[in-house]
Nanobody, 128 residues
Framework: QLQLVESGGGLVLPGGSLRLSCAAS????????IGWFRQAPGKEREGVSC????????NYADSVKGRFTISRDNAKNTVYLQMNSLKPEDTGVFHC?????????????????????WGQGTQVTVSS
């Protein structure tokens, strides 16, 4: 089955940290740029971060710069999102998505458009 599976979410205190994982099964993640997207209740989906297929290029939403770090291990077919100094406004369901390199993966990721795969999401709740 071709899918992305997120894990690592949970309940954390403000100022705490979490590391999310996005694992691919049934296909090779190295052929895709990967993005993390956040969906909070009552708000539009927000692009959080993208990483190019080889891991050379990354970008971040202004709201998470300096606090979140995206990385990938293509040998493990997995992308990570390290989240530090978490704030209540970071609360939401975090999804990862795969954007094919052959269609301009990193550019598509930054646009949040034309993904091939979209994970079911993992809940992150930042609250005291």
């Amino acid at each position: 089955q071709l899918q992305l599976v997120e894990s690592g979410g949970g309940l954390v205190l403000p100022g705490g940290s979490l590391r999310l994982s996005c694992a691919a099964s049934g296909f090779t993640l190295a052929y895709y740029a990967i993005g993390w997207f956040r969906q909070a209740p009552g708000k539009e989906r927000e692009g959080v971060s993208c990483i190019s297929s080889g891991g050379i290029s990354t970008n971040y939403a202004d709201s998470v710069k300096g606090r979140f770090t995206i990385s990938r291990d293509n040998a493990k077919n997995t992308v990570y999102l390290q989240m530090n100094s978490l704030k209540p406004e970071d609360t939401g369901v975090f999804h990862c998505a795969a954007f094919p390199v052959q269609r301009g993966g990193f550019r598509l990721c930054k646009l949040g458009a034309q993904f091939d795969y979209w994970g079911q999401g993992t809940q992150v709740t930042v609250s005291s």
